[in-house]
């Protein structure tokens, strides 16, 4: 941890984001550079990993360790980085087309493995940066590039998905709420395991259904229902809510054994391990 107090400009790039004035990413990045300044995590100890889209363009914003990926794989890349070195603090960043299309096996199996990243998803209900066609959490009926006459499909349920599979943090953000959004980021950096928020995402460009005023009538806050965070089924039920109404905040936060607990060799992180004196001599006999 730093000593002196860390502030959002430790972590700013020389580089003028290139989002739509109005995009929800203007509110999702100080709410994650809030958090790590608030953690006092310094910037070399950070690896955020990106996907591809308008999101994920926030790989030249973050004056951390930022790797720009491939579309739908930041968390392989993630996770290889944390097997790496599990001393870095790794978040893995993806807009909702990346995270549940491309990259939806991905999501799957990472939350199974608990390892111990944290999973950011701007979730804007579009692909963006490909100027706004359906996407797998597209409402149905909502018109889009792709599907002007309403799009005939059933939304993904992310939240629900990630706590049957095994995610040990599971949370709901909005890029409008800036303080709730920064303490979620907080605690699921802090928490031991896969942490997933999956954060609502406005897009004034291409989104015209899903905006300001329609978020105001349908977002409500757990931590006001009383909510359990330990209590699994309560947890489904509230992802799977069919009023309408969007719950932000922790769903499900529970306490296992991460990836590394499980495995021996991982315990010394792998950058720190002796190679020099690994004797490779019998492989090489059989490649000869
Ligand atoms: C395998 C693959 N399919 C499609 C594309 C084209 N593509 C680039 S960005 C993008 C949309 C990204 O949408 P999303 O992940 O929701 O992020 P957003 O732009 O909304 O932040 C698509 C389809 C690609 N680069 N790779
Ligand atoms: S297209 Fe939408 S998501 Fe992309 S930068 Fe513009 S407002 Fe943001």
């Not at 930022?66 to 807009?95: C, Q, W």
């Not at 087309?97 to 950011?120: C, M, P, Q």
């Not at 089924?233 to 529970?254: E, N, S, W």
Request: with cysteine.
């Amino acid at each position: 941890m730093a000593t002196t107090p860390l502030t959002q400009r430790d972590y700013t790039t020389k580089y003028t984001p290139s989002w739509c004035p109005g995009c929800g990413n203007f509110g999702i990045m100080p709410a994650t550079k809030g958090a790590f300044a608030e953690l006092g995590i310094p910037p070399h100890q950070i690896a955020m990993i990106f996907g591809i889209g308008c999101s994920s363009n926030g790989s030249n914003f973050y004056n951390v360790y930022a790797f720009h990926g491939i579309h739908g794989r930041s968390l392989p890349v993630a996770s290889g980085v944390k097997l790496a070195n599990s001393e870095l603090t790794v978040v893995a960043d993806s807009g909702d087309g990346d995270a549940y299309g491309e990259g939806i096996s991905h999501f799957v199996h990472t939350a199974r493995t608990n390892i111990d990243i944290t999973y950011l998803v701007h979730d804007n209900h579009l692909y963006s940066l490909t100027t706004g066609q359906t996407s797998p959490t597209s409402e149905e009926g909502m018109k889009t590039k792709s599907a002007p006459f309403g799009n005939i499909d059933h939304p993904f349920n992310p939240i629900a998905t990630a706590i049957l599979n095994g995610a040990t943090f599971v949370a709901q953000g909005f890029s409008s709420d800036i303080p709730q959004l920064k303490e979620l980021i907080k605690q699921a950096i802090k928490h031991r395991g896969f942490s997933f928020i999956n954060i609502m995402q406005l897009c004034p460009t291409f989104n015209k259904l899903n905006e300001f005023p329609w978020y105001k009538e349908r977002v409500i806050k757990l931590e006001d229902e009383k909510h359990n965070t330990s209590d699994y089924q309560a947890a489904l039920m509230q992802a799977v809510r069919t009023d309408g109404k969007i719950p932000l905040g922790v769903f499900y936060q529970i306490e296992k054994p991460t990836y590394h607990d499980r495995l021996e060799q991982l315990k010394t992180p792998l950058v720190k391990h002796r190679i020099d004196r690994i004797d490779i001599t019998r492989s090489l006999e059989i490649y000869r």
